[in-house]
């Protein structure tokens, strides 16, 4: 039996059983749809998130004060063992070290005459707006002054900016932050939230003044930014050294932002996974839908199969006649469900802007892929079955 | 027709069809299964943190220094403000009536060594009171005494992991420990308990608060814990933590309360929301199983066709047909739910999933039996006979 008898004998045959063929691509399709959409809100989660991440660029080296494996928790306490502006000076002078940005965070209520504001303080260095992709929407960021003797400069959030001065320019004025006067010398663009910190209810100080408001001996972190010529390795093993050496030992803990984008990609490629998972199980049910349909159909066709046999064709030929109608099942139910994921995913861009989700190639691919090995897998059994009768049988059966 | 001829009827051609209703019966398990199963996984995480919290027992207020102007969103957690909040403000607090203990916390990382070994671990300054609040025991030696209140006394208790990490399985009671820069006596080991709330008490150091003080050299809390009493409104003891902070801080309100009630409350929206969306989910799986029942029904109304057109004949109502071909798709449901719950029960699912995910197979199992049924009670009982298409 050549290709064009055996597709026209699948087609037929589903064709002459049009309603029972379409009731099972539609379940089959719905399968598949749960599972790419769900695969596709996962993928495009990841996405996000890794592009929040990488946002700073990926050449970035993190060190936190104490070594300790709590990721980020570490410099907000105190500390026996602390990270100082000198320490921050000294990396600065690594070669093919870009940016030095130390950091010390708090809360205090900035005033400016009747009017005062309980925001987050963020003590940096002066590069901090390059190496964070802040823009300046009036007046410059903190210069670069020497780290050890900083001058009383603040540069405004957005909405600090709104709320204290609300459309007077600020640039020039003084704010009170704590006990001590600062003259505001910039304010910076509205920049939104990253990781739940929203950087527009936010000021910048510089990072020796941070200490002081604060009354801290230790930075709570240095990010550094390192050119693309160093491999992070490289980077961290020469910063690594250099704290070594002033410190006498390793009391620091220093994290790469590979590190970071490793652990942040496994976690998420697990939750598209469960939801991958999850969406599985109706394409499961959508499995069972084709074996039950094609057994019946191998029962009703019994004396057809008998027949063919008689004529001389084989075991094989029946068992892959009805495999290839478990197949085509299962492939137009797979682009069916793309074509519904399509739809959905348009409503959701629709609807909900905001929500990040992601159809790639990939996954269209993967799920038509996918679609075909199960119709494969559920047709196995129903060919196996058709494939053992005996002609004899199967023609006394008419 | 008695319901028994029904039943009759309906297992004729279940018993007919063996396979096929065996593969139906496994669709519509799967789908009831996968409902309850998930549901309970959620609701199993929702239980983890109410007991988490609630195992604690009492109520518990937090004050943390800062304050942020937005509300909503997340609380101040850098722990660093111009003004500190001192063992001053907490020893205050404590007067406040409904307030039970007051926990005042300084936290750091420092090392603890103890001969070669050293580790670098997360140290918390506090009082006896924090081992009632946090509902702590020690499995060997004392919790830090009365006197740790006010006095910088050189002991220290170890979490169970910091003790084998130092000591491996020798004794630790009354050994030296040098923290950071100071020697300490240890005095107790907490006992074998996991992570609580986040916080893994067993890779811990407690020391008294004024040792923390003077090793940290900084006299601002991180936090303070108080438990109130069960019969106290907490929200005018937050006003009231409010205000008298207040007083003492010339007028400037630069702290935070956050009730470990509204966490949970939050926590537990979240949790619930998570749990309803993967049931959703999970029900698409129902879906696709009506979605089959529909298919077999009609492939069975039409196999049917000859004994319908005889039931017809000998004056069956176009009614009684329906029902026939309803309540087969029914007692599929039935069954099948029965095999899923019997597979998922022994999980402990929430009390709403079994009768949720019941209704959810029972709608789509009517919603897609009623058109097969209508098919065969509109067929033509002349032509049915003859098992003829109309």
Redesign the interface.
Known sequence: MNFRDSSSWVFRALWMQRTRTLLTIVGFSIGIAAMVVLSALGEGLRVFVLNEFTQFGSHIIAVNPGKTETFGVGGLLNTTRPLSLNDATAISQLPNVEEVVPLVMGNAKVKHNQRARYTDVAGVGGAADKAWNLEIAQGRFLPADDLQRARALVVLGSKVKTELFGGVNPVGRFVRIGSECYRVIGVVAPKGEFLGTDLDDMVFIPAGKGMQLFNRQSLMEIDIFFNPRSTSEAMADKISHLLIERHGFEDFTLITQDQVLITMDNILSILTFAGTGLGAISLLVGAVGITTILMITVTERTAEVGLLRALGGTTQTVRMLFLGEALVLGLIGGICGVLLVAFLLLLIYLFVPGLPVALSPTIVLGALGISMVIGLLAGSQPAASAAKMTPIDALRAE | MRLSDQFSFNRQIFLR?K??TG??L??VA??VA?VIL?TSLGEGARGYMDREFSALGNRILIVL??????TG??P?????????LTLEDANALGRIPGVLAVAPI??????VAHSSRSR???TLGSSDKFFGVRQLAVGAGRILSSRSRSEPLAVCVLGIKVKRELFGSSRALGEWVRV??RRMRVIGVLEERGESLGLDMRDMLLIPVRT?EQ????P?L?RILLDIAPSADSDKIQEKILKLIRSRHDG?E?VTVISQDSMLAAFDNILATLTMA?AA??S??????G??I???S??SVSQRRQEIGLLKAIGASSRQIKQLFIGESLLLISMGSALGIGFAFPLQPPNWAVPAALVVAFGTGLMFSIMPAKRAAALDPVLALRGLQQ
Not at chain 2, 65 to 70: D, I, L, N
Not at chain 2, 215 to 218: A, E, G, Q, Y
């Open positions: 069809h396979v096929r593969l139906l496994l669709a799967i789908g996968s998930l220094p800062g304050r942020k102007e937005t969103g997340g101040p957690i850098y722990g660093a403000a111009p003004r500190d300084i936290a750091g990382t420092t090392t670098e671990v997360i950071g820069d923390a090793l940290f050299d900084s601002g991180f400037e630069d993967i989910i999970s698409i799986s129902l879906l696709v199983a979605i089959l529909m298919n077999i009609l492939i």
